[in-house]
């Protein structure tokens, strides 16, 4: 089982940044694949972007490409997703999620969910 907690998210204006985390319990978190999704009310969770458990590997969404970095750190257990140049379309619920030894764009992938944090970007 792993525990995963988000944490940064809040409101910030159109333009401006903002760096969220998420914190997994396992000290095997090394050997997991991480991965951002998104949703807002009414629409299904969308994929953000996603790192191999080394780092090596990185995925993203097309909406996000050159806006948004995702790393790790895994001697902390923790994944970032630093959101630059942030837009009114980037606001939602940001979920990490977890896959041993995987990573990819679709849910189905990811085995365990961080309960999520609001982004809000205003205009």
């Known amino acids: 089982q792993v525990q995963l907690v988000e944490s940064g998210g809040g409101l910030v204006q159109a333009g401006g940044s903002l760096r969220l985390a998420c914190e997994a319990s396992r000290p095997t978190f090394s050997s997991y694949g991480m991965g951002w999704f998104r949703q807002v009310p009414g629409k299904e969770r969308e994929f953000v972007a996603a790192?191999?458990?080394?780092?090596?590997?990185?995925l993203y969404s097309d909406s996000v490409q050159g806006r948004f970095t995702i790393s790790r750190d895994n001697a902390k257990n923790t994944v970032y997703l630093q959101m630059n140049s942030v837009k009114v379309d980037d606001t939602a619920v940001y979920y990490c999620?977890?896959?041993?030894?995987?990573?990819?764009?679709?849910?189905?992938?990811?085995?365990?969910w961080g309960q999520g944090t609001q982004v809000t970007v205003s205009s």
């Open positions: 790192i191999s458990s080394s780092g090596g590997g990185i």
């Open positions: 999620a977890a896959a041993r030894s995987a990573y990819s764009t679709r849910k189905s992938t990811y085995a365990y």
